[in-house]
C-alpha cells in the first residue's frame, strides 16, 4: 500500500466501450467513478487493458491503403485542440497509458487477396498484470480518447478498455497533493 493511503474496497474492474468512426478524428468518451470527494477517496489505477477492434477484414480491404488506430486513458479530458489521430502520449502527464497500430495492405496475394503487413503495434494493456499502481485518479472521473482511420473510408473499429484498481482514502495532506497536481498539470 502507498503512504497516506488506506484501502476503502477489493479490485474493481471497470470496462468501457467506445465507438470509433472512420476519418481520424478522435472520440473522447469521460467515465465517471463513485468517488466521495468528501471522504478524500481516489481511485488507485492497478493495470489497463485497452484493445481495438476494426470490422475490416483482409479480402474486403483495397490494395495499397494504410489502416491505424490509437487509444489514451487519461485523468483529464484532453486539449480539445489535439489534431486529429493525436490521442495523446504517455510523456503527458495526465496520460496513464497510450498505444496503438498501424497497418499496410500490400499487393494481392497469389491467391486474390491483399497481403497485409503490420507495420507498428504497442501492448495491449500496460503491464498484463495487476502491480502496486501505475496511476492515481483523485478526481471522479477520468477520459478514454481513440481514433480510427483507414484509407478507403468504409469501416469503423471499437475501443475496449478495461481499468483495475481500487479505491483508496487519502490522508488530507496527500489528497491535496494528488488533486492539485492533477487538476493543474499541463
Given at each position: 500500500?502507498?503512504?497516506?493511503?488506506?484501502?476503502?474496497?477489493?479490485?474493481?474492474?471497470?470496462?468501457?466501450?467506445?465507438?470509433?468512426?472512420?476519418?481520424?478524428?478522435?472520440?473522447?468518451?469521460?467515465?465517471?467513478?463513485?468517488?466521495?470527494?468528501?471522504?478524500?477517496?481516489?481511485?488507485?489505477?492497478?493495470?489497463?487493458?485497452?484493445?481495438?477492434?476494426?470490422?475490416?477484414?483482409?479480402?474486403?480491404?483495397?490494395?495499397?491503403?494504410?489502416?491505424?488506430?490509437?487509444?489514451?486513458?487519461?485523468?483529464?479530458?484532453?486539449?480539445?485542440?489535439?489534431?486529429?489521430?493525436?490521442?495523446?502520449?504517455?510523456?503527458?502527464?495526465?496520460?496513464?497509458?497510450?498505444?496503438?497500430?498501424?497497418?499496410?495492405?500490400?499487393?494481392?496475394?497469389?491467391?486474390?487477396?491483399?497481403?497485409?503487413?503490420?507495420?507498428?503495434?504497442?501492448?495491449?494493456?500496460?503491464?498484463?498484470?495487476?502491480?502496486?499502481?501505475?496511476?492515481?485518479?483523485?478526481?471522479?472521473?477520468y477520459f478514454i480518447r481513440g481514433?480510427?482511420?483507414?484509407?478507403?473510408?468504409?469501416?469503423?473499429?471499437?475501443?475496449?478498455?478495461?481499468?483495475?484498481?481500487?479505491?483508496?482514502?487519502?490522508?488530507?495532506?496527500?489528497?491535496?497533493?494528488?488533486?492539485?497536481?492533477?487538476?493543474?498539470?499541463?
Amino acid at each position: 500500500m502507498l503512504t497516506g493511503l488506506k484501502s476503502a474496497s477489493d479490485l474493481l474492474f471497470i470496462s468501457q466501450e467506445l465507438k470509433l468512426p472512420d476519418g481520424g478524428s478522435a472520440q473522447t468518451l469521460e467515465v465517471n467513478l463513485p468517488l466521495n470527494t468528501l471522504e478524500r477517496q481516489i481511485f488507485v489505477v492497478t493495470d489497463i487493458q485497452a484493445y481495438v477492434v476494426d470490422n475490416t477484414t483482409q479480402s474486403a480491404m483495397d490494395t495499397d491503403q494504410d489502416i491505424d488506430a490509437s487509444w489514451s486513458v487519461s485523468s483529464q479530458d484532453l486539449d480539445p485542440t489535439l489534431a486529429a489521430g493525436e490521442t495523446g502520449n504517455i510523456g503527458n502527464p495526465r496520460v496513464l497509458a497510450a498505444g496503438g497500430y498501424k497497418k499496410s495492405i500490400g499487393a494481392l496475394s497469389t491467391s486474390g487477396i491483399p497481403q497485409m503487413y503490420r507495420e507498428w503495434g504497442t501492448n495491449n494493456a500496460t503491464t498484463g498484470t495487476p502491480s502496486d499502481y501505475i496511476g492515481i485518479i483523485a478526481t471522479p472521473d477520468y477520459f478514454i480518447r481513440g481514433q480510427f482511420n483507414i484509407a478507403n473510408g468504409t469501416g469503423q473499429a471499437f475501443l475496449y478498455v478495461r481499468v483495475v484498481g481500487y479505491m483508496a482514502v487519502a490522508n488530507a495532506d496527500t489528497y491535496a497533493a494528488l488533486v492539485t497536481q492533477e487538476v493543474n498539470s499541463q
